[in-house]
C-alpha cells in the first residue's frame, strides 16, 4: 500500500481492482483501468499440423485451455464438465496447455474419473507455442472455481479471441460487461455442471455458430 501511495499512475487490468485499490486509499485519479490484451497477429500466425499429429487431435472436437493449474482456475470442475461432454461426444479430446502446482491432483482426477484416455496434457510451453496449440482448439474454454470477487481479467480469453476461436467463458467480473454472450463467446454459469455441458453439445453441434462467434470475437 505505501508504494502504490507513492506512485504517480498505479495501472490495473479490471474495474474491481481499481475498486481495491480505492478502498486502500488510493486516490481515483491516480488510478488507470487497461484490460488485458494480445497482438492478434501474432495468434493470427499459427501452425499446429505438427500438434495435431503428435498428440493425435486428428477428426478430433477439441475442447481447450492454457493456464496455470492453480486452484482458483476449477479444473476439477472442468474435468467433470468434460467426463459428461466425452460421455456423449466420443471424439472429443481436452487438451490441457499448462503446469503448475495442482498438476498432480488433475492427472489423478482424470485418472480417477475414467477419462485419462482423453485428456491431454502437454506441459509447460514457451510463450511463442501458445498460439499453436490454441489453433488446435475447436472450442477454448476459460474456466473459474466461482464467480464472486472474480477480479482479474483473462489474459487467455484474448489470445482465445485474437486466435479466431469460438470461447466458453464464466459469466463472472469483467466478462458479461465487456463481452456479449452469444456475439463474442458463450458465457456459462461458474459451478453449473449440467448447464455448462448442455452449453458444450450445442456448441459442438452447430458448427456455423461457433464460425460467426469466433469472428465477431476476434473482431
Known sequence: TRSLKRADIVACVSQQVAD???SMGIPEK????????VDAHLFSKANSLHIIEDYNLKDKFVLGWTGSFRSFHGLDILLRVFKKVHESINSSRLVLVGDGFEMESIVKLTNDLGIKDAVVFTGRKSFTEIPDFVDTFDLAIVSARNASDFHYSPLKLR???????ATLAPNAGEIPKMFQDDIHLKLYNVGDIEGTVQKINELYNDREKRNIMALNGRK
Not at 30 to 37: E, T
Not at 159 to 165: F, M, V
Open 30 to 37: 491516480k488510478i488507470l483501468v487497461s484490460p488485458m490484451a
Open 20 to 22: 481495491k485499490l480505492n
Open 159 to 165: 489470445e482465445y479471441l485474437g486466435a479466431g476461436k
